[in-house]
């Protein structure tokens, strides 16, 4: 009787203890991940002309200066152009991808997979520099724009094509079925049946796939041409050749912006989507 009894108090010791772990090891990488980014937002408040943690006082000139640089409205610009115009390619050729995948077994299945969701597994590093010295073979690396829309479209695929993969692997094919016997055809079942069964997990992956085009300077960087550039590469130049806590303001900025697009989402069609299937 006293061995069980000493028995669950050391599995109820183990537990506690083993719960305890957890929980500080999920704390430390919380921290790690957030503590930066609410750094650089303290920083970006700074009344010193120059980037000092904590700020010795705290003034909004930095905002004020920002919004008077001409490169940054620019470059705001034309990652917003290329976020939107990349992430809108990627869904149709993702949900297209996802559709063959998900309901055909055909000949080279297997390389298209592979080829789609290679940029999660190559090194966005190796990705970039690839696509540029194709491109330079190509002579077309000066296109600026297009370039970089392209590669995006690139490396945002994948999260589109994922999600409305799993969203089409398990909706029941009877549904299909039940529209070709009403005497729909495929286009017909493909607009009224499929879509509308992928459609949050659709909205899921352009919402990522936004997201990460918006913020990405890996690939951006390698494509970047004398006519085009992004609000990260353009940031990542400017810390380079100053000083001052301009480039934190600019970060703040796209902090409040990616908060304000998901908080425009919750209140739209709510971040469930992110989990529904």
Known sequence: MADAA??????????????????????FWLLFLVAPIVIIVVVSFTGANYMLFPPP?????????????SWFRTALASSLIIATVSTTIAVVI?????????RHRFRG???????????????????????????????????????LIAGHVLITLPFVTRSVWAA??????ALEEAAYSLGADPRTTFWRVV????????????????????????ISIFLTG???????VQVMANIEYSADPTPAA???VMVGLTLVFFLLIERTVGLKIFTER
């Open 6 to 27: 000493l028995s669950r108090s050391l599995t109820t010791l183990a537990w506690r203890c083993g719960r305890g772990a957890f929980a500080l090891y999920v704390l």
């Open 57 to 69: 006082g705290f003034s909004l000139k930095w905002f004020a200066e920002v919004a008077s640089l």
């Open 94 to 102: 993702g949900t297209l991808a996802a559709r063959a995948l998900a």
């Open 109 to 147: 299945r297997v390389v298209v997979e592979y080829v789609v969701l290679s940029p999660l597994i190559l090194p966005a590093v190796v990705l970039g520099f690839a696509l540029f010295n194709a491109l330079v073979l190509l002579r077309m690396e000066n296109l600026g724009l297009p370039n």
């Open 168 to 173: 089409m692997a398990g909706t029941d094919i």
């Open 195 to 218: 879509l509308p069964t992928a459609r949050p997990s659709s909205i899921a992956g352009a919402i990522l796939a936004f997201t990460y085009s918006f913020n990405d300077i890996t």
């Open 226 to 232: 004398p006519s085009a550039t992004t609000l990260p």
């Open 250 to 252: 600019v970060s703040t």
